[in-house]
Structures are given as structure tokens and as C-alpha cells.
């Protein structure tokens, strides 16, 4: 178990039932690492790099002997349009999506233990998924697609909702909240509370405030600086901040030299109560979080 670097104790803690009898232990403040496999073409900071199953396959075992906790895996950019990136990303028809996704997912499957997630949005792409080994899903539309709760309460598995506001094409455009933290915590709310109301247990339930996703950059540093107020919620939060534009906004810098910002974001949504980062630099935010979370315990230990 990671050593937690949040405070105040205790902590507290969720064991997320998987399928096939696998669990994953999560407490806020000491996060689980989800390393990012990107089966894209377009995707924000390392888009086209393992589009291929081979490089895929070798980056995500990469990624596992960091130090990954589990593995997300992506084969459609949700890179929201009407901002930095301009009219976002292309939607992909579910037959590529899963053309995509599955050559990796299997190969994976039999080789790794860790936890593998599934990052979609498409409930057909998710029911594929979960026949081929999948642990879980990440939804960054938090049930958009109608068919998707159906699809995860039968496969009883955890989901991942994220909040976001508008279609991705244009988020970025006419953001508009008066206090974003307590906003985006009751929106999650009311999408949990969806989620049961169709089948989905709390304990299956992860919350994510969805840095960039119909945010601007002061937004995104005000959910990382007040997580803790998403805390109260009593579900275990994922935050995904990783080489994303927000950090930009402070240190410029292109996607893939956006580590020192990731980092800083890391430590910050550790403190606030993150049960799990979602990353692209495993080993690094291990690292770094291995050595905040000694200098949290020396602390705590000498007071
Ligand atoms: N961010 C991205 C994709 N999926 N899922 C969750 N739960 N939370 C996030 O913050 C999140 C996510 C965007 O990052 P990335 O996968 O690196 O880029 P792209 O969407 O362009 O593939």
C-alpha cells in the first residue's frame, strides 16, 4: 500500500470488488497509480505513439514493472474541442474503437495481473471489453451512452464517473460556474445517485471531477486545491491531471514536458484525498510520491 500524504487519520478506505474474484484496495491520500495506454491516433500528448498492438503492449508492461497499479486503456481521444485544442477530438465508430482496443487488451490480459480499465464512452465497446478480461470502466461521459449502466450492472463491475459539462466538441467554450468545487460535488452526486438508480452499487462507484473537461485552467487548480470538499462525497476520488493543458497555463510547456506540473498536481490531489491518479509518467509519480509520503510520515510521527 502506498503511504498516504494526506491528513488529517484516519483514513479512509474502499475495497473495490473486481471480476473474477480480484479486489483493489484503495485509501484516500496514499493513491493508486493508473497508468495511461493511449491506443490513439490523436490523443492530446502522445497520440499515435502505440497505435499498433506491439508498442502498445510493450509500453503498457512498461508501465507495470513502474510500478502501474492498474492499467487504463484508451482507444478513443475525449480531448475536448472549443479550446486549446481546438475542434477536439474525431469521434470513433464503435467497430474501430474496438479494433483498436482488443488485439492489446487480450494480449495484456494474459500477461498481467494488474487491474485493467477500460476507458470508453460506448456501452457495445465497454460489453466487448468486459468479455475480454476488462476490470472495469472509465466513462468519462458517466453514462452518457443510455445502454451503459445496463452493461455494468450485469458485468457487476466498478465504473468510473467523471464529471463533465456539455458535448466534448464544444466544452470548452461558454464554461460558466459561480463555484466550480461545490457545483462539480453535486453534480457528481446526482450522477452516482443515477448510476445506483440503475444498478450500479455505491461500493462500484469511483468519482472523478474531470480536470479539463469543460474547465478553465483556474477551475482545474481550484478542484485540485479543494478536493478535499469532493472527499465528503465518501467515494473514492480518481483524478486525472496528468501533462494536462491547465499546467501549461502556468509553466508553458508541450504535452510531453509537462512532468514537474503533473507532479506538483499529484501531491496536491494526494493531500486533497485521491484515491487514485490516473498518469503517463508511472515510475516518476511513484517516486515522488513515495518520498512526500515519508516526508508526511516523519512529520506525523514527530508531532
Ligand atoms: N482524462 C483523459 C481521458 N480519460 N478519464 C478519467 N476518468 N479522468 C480524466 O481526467 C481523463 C480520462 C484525457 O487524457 P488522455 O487520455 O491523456 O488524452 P486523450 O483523451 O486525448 O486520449
Known amino acids: 500500500m502506498p503511504t498516504t500524504i494526506a491528513e ?20 484516500a491520500g496514499a493513491p493508486r497509480l493508473a497508468g495511461i495506454v493511449n491506443l490513439t491516433p490523436d490523443s492530446f500528448s502522445d497520440g499515435g505513439r502505440y497505435l499498433e498492438p506491439e508498442p502498445a503492449v510493450e509500453h503498457a508492461l512498461r508501465l507495470v514493472e513502474e510500478g502501474a497499479d492498474l492499467l487504463d486503456l484508451g482507444a478513443e481521444s475525449t480531448r475536448p474541442g472549443g479550446g486549446v485544442y481546438g475542434a477536439g477530438a474525431r469521434p470513433v465508430p464503435a467497430g474501430e474503437e474496438i479494433a483498436r482496443l482488443l488485439p492489446v487488451l487480450e494480449r495484456l490480459r494474459s500477461k498481467v495481473a494488474v487491474p485493467i480499465s477500460v476507458d470508453t464512452r460506448k456501452a457495445e465497446v465497454a460489453r466487448v471489453a468486459l ?28 465504473l468510473v464517473l467523471m464529471h463533465s459539462r456539455g458535448e ?3 466544452m470548452q467554450s461558454g464554461i460558466a460556474f459561480a463555484d466550480v468545487v461545490r457545483e462539480v460535488r453535486d453534480e457528481l452526486a446526482a450522477l452516482r445517485a443515477r448510476a445506483e438508480a440503475a444498478g450500479i452499487g455505491r461500493a462500484r462507484i469511483v468519482l472523478d471531477p474531470g480536470l479539463g473537461f469543460g474547465k478553465t485552467a483556474a477551475q482545474n487548480l481550484e478542484l485540485i486545491a479543494r478536493l478535499d470538499e469532493l472527499a465528503s462525497l465518501g467515494s473514492p476520488l480518481l483524478v486525472g491531471a496528468s501533462r494536462k493543458s491547465f499546467i501549461a497555463h502556468v509553466t508553458d510547456a508541450p504535452p510531453a514536458d509537462r512532468l514537474e506540473g503533473s507532479l506538483a498536481a499529484a501531491l496536491w490531489a494526494a493531500r486533497g484525498g485521491a484515491a487514485l491518479l490516473r498518469v503517463h509518467d508511472v515510475q516518476a509519480t511513484r517516486r515522488f510520491l513515495a518520498v512526500s509520503g515519508a516526508i508526511a510520515a516523519a512529520g506525523a510521527s514527530a508531532g
Open 8 to 27: 488529517p487519520r484516519p483514513l479512509t478506505a474502499w475495497t473495490l470488488e473486481l471480476r473474477a474474484g480480484r479486489r483493489l484496495e484503495l485509501v
Open 131 to 158: 468479455e475480454a478480461g476488462a476490470d472495469l470502466i472509465n466513462d468519462v461521459s458517466a453514462l452518457g451512452d443510455p445502454a451503459m449502466a445496463g452493461v455494468v450492472a450485469g458485468a457487476a463491475c466498478p
Open 168 to 170: 466534448l466538441a464544444s
